[in-house]
């Protein structure tokens, strides 16, 4: 038989697992569980509006779509999430002119253009700068990529 202490412990463990996933700074049980319930909301609200972005991304008529956008802010900034099914050499300039625009520093990034175009960033605000939210950061970076887009439609 497995003792009170041995489930309790490992109750506590779990718990401690729990509130670590979560990035929960609680202490009873009471106050990780309510944190765990509200990161799983957040994370079911970003699962529906990238959902939402890949569904709008798929029903466009255009034949060369936008590349889906999605930022979400995180503690030392953005994170900024670019995809297209296709390269698109140039537009990584666009965006990081935009970081500039918005005073965002690049703090770490990745980027793929083998055979689709993909970058994975994240953006910290300078200090003393005015606070942005991720709609903001968001609707430059979605700006920069159409500029893009449309210069390189009268290049061709």
């Not at 401690?16 to 990035?23: C, H, K, M």
């Not at 255009?62 to 670019?82: A, Q, R, S, W, Y």
């Not at 666009?94 to 520093?105: K, M, Q, R, V, W």
Request: with cysteine; aromatic share 4%.
């Amino acid at each position: 038989m497995i003792s009170r202490e041995h489930k309790r412990a490992a109750l506590y463990e779990k718990l401690q697992q729990l509130r670590s996933v979560t990035n929960s700074d609680a202490l009873n049980k009471t106050s990780i569980i309510v944190d765990a319930s509200k990161y799983i909301e957040e994370l079911k609200q970003k699962v529906e509006r990238l959902n939402q972005d890949i569904s709008t991304a798929q029903n466009s008529s255009d034949p060369n779509p936008l590349p889906v956008v999605t930022v979400e802010t995180v503690e030392n900034g953005f994170l900024i999430n670019v995809f297209s099914e296709k390269n698109c050499p140039g537009m990584l300039v666009s965006i990081l002119e935009a970081f500039e625009e918005l005073g965002l520093n690049v703090l770490e990034a990745r980027v793929s253009c083998t055979d689709n175009f993909h970058l994975e960033a994240v953006g910290g605000e300078n200090e003393g700068q005015v606070s942005i939210d991720a709609q903001v950061v968001k609707q430059t970076v979605l700006q920069a990529i159409k500029n893009w887009n449309e210069s390189s439609e009268h290049e061709q």
